[in-house]
């Protein structure tokens, strides 16, 4: 049966955003790595926290994502630079050369796999489910959520993982939106009655003590964010993997695990 959606629709557009240097050490050159010399780009959707999103002076690109990419960038020697990318068209952006690599909380699949370049995985995820604190909902687990208005950001893992559930007969109207702060903002609202996410995003809306939201369910950690490249982009790949494998020895990962989620999310990912 078809599902019911509602899409809230953003138009595409890019905004270049400059980052700044890691680490002290001399500069080198790209050696033709880069698009640009001197500057690694990275196609990011940045409203997706705490991964991405901005400072509070709605410029600024700061998170998870945006404090590794700038450390990767100064491994290579080079100037992070940050393209603001809307997510329905992110992939395409690498493809066609509008940046160097996408670091936006892309979950590595068999058909991503297929498309496109991937570094070695540098953070694990699983979906989680989220509700009002209070909330007279019963379900602890998305197969209970029948009848329920359920929010989640489209064309990601959370939107391959309720369609699947809705193919497997779980019968539920679907609220899809272009960036995970909708759902969250239509959850506080009372207009949807569950959000489901990466649960590294809801662990930053509960973290918070003031915070109305609680996690009620997380599947099992089985997913893996990596570096999405333009496929053949062989070199490029190479030398970020180089730099990952250099940061996680160094401790560098866990510290910026331990700034943004208060706990080691990296290791994980490299079990």
Not at 20 to 29: C, D, H, R
Not at 66 to 71: I, L
Not at 186 to 200: G, K, P, Y
Not at 218 to 237: H, M, P, S, W, Y
Request: hydrophobic share 45%.
């Amino acid at each position: 049966m078809k599902r019911p959606k509602m899409v809230l629709m953003a138009a595409w557009g890019l905004l270049v955003i400059g980052g700044v240097f890691a680490g002290g050490s001399k500069q080198q050159e790209s050696g033709g790595l880069t698009l640009e010399q001197g500057v690694l780009s990275v196609g990011m959707e940045i409203g997706y926290p705490p991964m991405e999103y901005f400072d509070i002076d709605g410029k600024t690109p700061i998170g998870f994502d945006v404090q590794v990419a700038t450390a990767l960038a100064g491994k290579l020697g080079l100037k992070a630079k940050f393209v603001d990318t809307a997510w329905d068209g992110i992939f395409a952006g690498v493809n066609t050369g509008k940046y160097d690599i996408v670091m936006s909380a892309v979950t590595i699949t068999e058909e991503r796999l297929a498309m496109h370049n991937f570094t070695k995985p540098y953070i694990g995820n699983t979906q989680a489910m989220v509700l009002l604190k209070g909330s007279p909902i019963t379900a602890r687990n998305p197969e209970e959520i029948q009848g329920l208005g359920v929010a989640y950001q489209a064309e990601t893992t959370s939107d391959i993982y309720m369609t699947g559930l809705a193919g497997k007969g779980v019968s539920f109207t679907a609220y899809e939106y272009d960036k995970v702060l909708n759902c969250f903002d239509e959850l506080r609202n009372h207009r949807v009655d569950v959000v489901v996410c990466d649960s590294l995003v809801a662990f930053d809306y509960v973290a918070g003590p003031d915070s109305p939201f609680e996690i009620v369910w997380q599947g099992v950690a089985d997913e893996r964010f990596g570096i999405c490249l333009k496929k053949g982009n062989d070199a490029l790949t190479v030398a970020l993997d180089k730099a990952l494998d250099e940061l996680f020895a160094e401790g560098v990962m866990l510290k910026i695990s331990q700034d943004i989620f208060k706990m080691d999310m990296v290791s994980s990912a490299r079990n």
